[in-house]
């Protein structure tokens, strides 16, 4: 099965052709540049964008996958959640696409196709938990099988890597900010600074990370902290972070009963949480697989991978399929 897929979510534009769940190609264009002049992604210059390159884009993946249009059994596109004026870019184009070809169609949830991006590297048994950490979402998943999920928690606030933005934002550091927050956190001590762990011993799945966000701005108010002198506070923040988000999905993954956890989103490249999760999940005999660093970030690869299992059960969208801008559960099934 030869699978289309199209992410347009948030500020990159990426169309990728699969085999299965085998990447054939997928190209994906990042704006950071463009919205890094603003500190975040500005939504109307991040639709314009779509709807100038999404064409070419979608030209080039077919080309570095040595397909045609008419080798394509299966179109999808990323439904929600995500900018709405973005999404509609990639919908419209895809929806033009299925019209025109009478191709099956598959929208395609942005969160779920985040925990599916694992299946494009390796396979991995269904039930597992599934940890989602990127710029728009920090959310524990709990997979029964494909296309079939439910929510255990999620954020009551900022999401995991924009807390990561913030702070970064906050010293001046760039955007995004998560990875230089990483990099600079790897020259600094991570227990200088001691830093608040919100919601990690209540009885829930769920997270807060405003609230850690403000005690890192108030502690660097008041020492004086600047982006010279900023790795100790970056790696306390860095390790208060992670340990939320590696206890909860421990806990999420033994009350359960589950033996696997699935990480994904942006923030999974993060190395101190990879080894933050690793330790303690091995502590607990359970497995956890991580994407690429490649594919922990926005792609249509991960979409498309998404698709096959929808449509290998027989489960397509119709054309008159609507963005969604918040998360949305339609198919939480379990
Ligand atoms: O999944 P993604 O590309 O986009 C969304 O769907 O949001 O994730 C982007 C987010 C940004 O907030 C970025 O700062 C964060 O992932 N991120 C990281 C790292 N690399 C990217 N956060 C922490 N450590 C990293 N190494
Ligand atoms: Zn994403």
């Known amino acids: 099965m030869i699978i289309l897929g199209v992410d347009t979510s948030c500020d990159d534009t990426s169309v990728a052709v699969l085999d299965g769940t085998r990447v054939l190609s997928n190209v994906v264009s990042s704006q950071v540049d463009l919205h890094a002049l603003f500190g975040g992604v500005v939504p109307e210059i991040a639709s314009r964008k779509h709807v100038e390159l999404i064409d070419g884009i979608y030209r080039q993946a077919l080309t570095e996958a040595g397909a045609s249009l008419a080798d394509v059994d299966v179109l999808a596109v990323t439904q929600?959640?995500?900018?709405?004026?973005s999404l509609l870019a990639g919908l419209c184009f895809v929806k033009g696409l299925a019209l025109s070809t009478g191709k099956p169609l598959v929208g395609v949830n942005h969160v779920e196709a985040h925990a599916m991006s694992i299946f494009l590297e390796q396979q991995v048994e269904f039930p597992f938990v599934s940890l989602i950490v990127s710029g728009g979402h920090s959310v524990l998943l709990l997979f029964s099988e494909p296309c079939r999920f439910r929510m255990?928690?999620?954020?009551r606030d900022d999401a995991a890597g924009?807390?990561?933005d913030k702070v970064a934002k906050y010293l001046d550091l760039g955007y995004p900010g998560g990875r230089v927050v990483e990099?600079?956190?790897r020259a600094g001590r991570a227990d200088s600074v001691p830093l608040p762990r919100p919601m990690m011993d209540e009885n829930n799945f769920d997270f807060s990370f405003s609230g850690l966000k403000t005690s890192f701005i108030n502690y660097v108010k008041k020492?004086?902290?600047?982006?010279s002198n900023c790795c100790d506070i970056l790696a306390s923040f860095q390790e208060a972070a992670c340990d939320v988000l590696t206890a909860k999905t421990v806990r999420a993954a033994r009350g359960q009963g589950v033996k696997r956890v699935v990480v994904g989103g942006g923030v999974a490249s993060n190395n101190r949480l990879r080894d933050m999760l690793v330790r303690r999940c091995a502590?607990?005999?359970i497995s956890v697989f991580f994407p690429s660093p490649g594919f922990c970030t926005?792609?249509?690869?991960?979409?498309?991978?998404?698709?096959y299992f929808y449509a290998d059960r027989g489960l397509f969208s119709g054309l008159d399929m609507r963005a969604f801008s918040r998360m949305r559960w339609s198919r939480d099934r379990c």
């Open 283 to 285: 502590a607990e005999d």
């Open 183 to 185: 990099e600079l956190s």
């Open 80 to 85: 929600g959640p995500g900018l709405i004026g």
């Open 162 to 164: 924009e807390a990561f």
């Open 298 to 307: 926005d792609n249509g690869a991960m979409v498309a991978a998404t698709a």
């Open 152 to 155: 255990l928690g999620s954020t």
């Open 223 to 227: 020492s004086g902290i600047s982006k």
